[in-house]
């Protein structure tokens, strides 16, 4: 991890832990994946770079519209499986580890970069922002997808928050991912270097019930599944016992299919 700032080493091993599992997880995306990339709207042969790509969902599909593609995520883990599914399905994308708030790369190197549900859960966001600027090329674009501030994968964290631990007396609390949800914050980040334009959709996660989203998100979801982990049995049946009350109430004719509310931010950098 020494492409990875000290004090995002634990978040790095947070998210590894979901390993190739996690695939399952941004498959639930892919509608909200699918609309980033086609706002980005890569061409053959400019360079692109995927923050925080997980799995590597949105890199493939940059890859597959003729685009040279660079992913990177401070979780190990999840670029392993980018790495054997861009293998399986032929495609050559470079994937390396990085940290979103000090990138490797040079001043204006990319046309284009998309985060998926990833740049939003970083624990510096200025820092982040100030990257993403200096990263792109005057005239090139930027896109990211992130859950808005009232959707309901906000309320699944809420629903998680009473199982995790107390912060530490007089810290500082970290700040929340779902900021990036509300246009006035991005504005507030992103504004000073990009020509920015907003979109909203929803994406529905399918499962049979709410006992496959806990095994899903237990197993393969870094925060649910370390949060899960650390917890005593007893704890650790009430979180499971609520986190798939909470999924239960989605229930329709097909199963569960929970709409998840986001927002797409595009801008052009001047």
């Not at 400019?46 to 997980?54: M, P, S």
């Amino acid at each position: 991890m020494t492409d990875i700032q000290a004090h995002n080493t634990r978040a790095a091993t947070v998210w590894s832990s979901g390993g190739s599992i996690y695939d399952g997880v941004s498959r639930s995306l892919a509608e909200a994946i699918e609309h980033a990339v086609r706002r980005l709207d890569p061409k053959p042969g400019e360079k692109h770079l995927d923050v925080a790509t997980g799995t590597g969902w949105a890199s493939r599909r940059l890859a597959e519209a003729g685009a040279a593609v660079i992913g990177t995520d401070i979780a190990e883990g999840l670029l392993d499986a980018a790495r054997s599914e861009a293998r399986r399905q032929g495609l050559v994308i470079d994937y390396q580890i990085g940290d979103a708030e000090a990138m490797p790369f040079a001043d204006g190197q990319f046309d284009g970069i998309v985060s998926t549900f990833g740049v939003m859960f970083v624990s510096r966001p200025e820092a982040a922002a100030a990257e993403l600027a200096r990263l792109v090329r005057p005239g090139g674009r930027v896109v990211l997808s992130t859950w808005q501030t009232d959707s309901t994968l906000f309320e699944m964290f809420q629903v998680m928050r009473p199982f995790m631990p107390a912060p530490p007396a007089g810290a500082t609390p970290p700040p929340s991912p779902f900021a990036w949800g509300a246009q006035a914050r991005v504005r507030e980040l992103l504004g000073g270097a990009f020509d920015l334009g907003f979109e909203t959709g929803v994406c529905t996660a399918f499962m049979p019930d709410g006992a496959a989203f806990w095994e899903l998100f237990s197993t393969g979801y870094g925060p649910t599944k370390m949060l899960a982990e650390s917890l005593d049995p007893v704890r650790r049946a009430e979180l499971q016992a609520a986190f798939t009350a909470f999924h239960e109430r989605f229930r329709t004719d097909l199963g569960i299919a929970m709409g998840r509310q986001y927002l797409i931010t595009h801008g052009v950098r001047r």
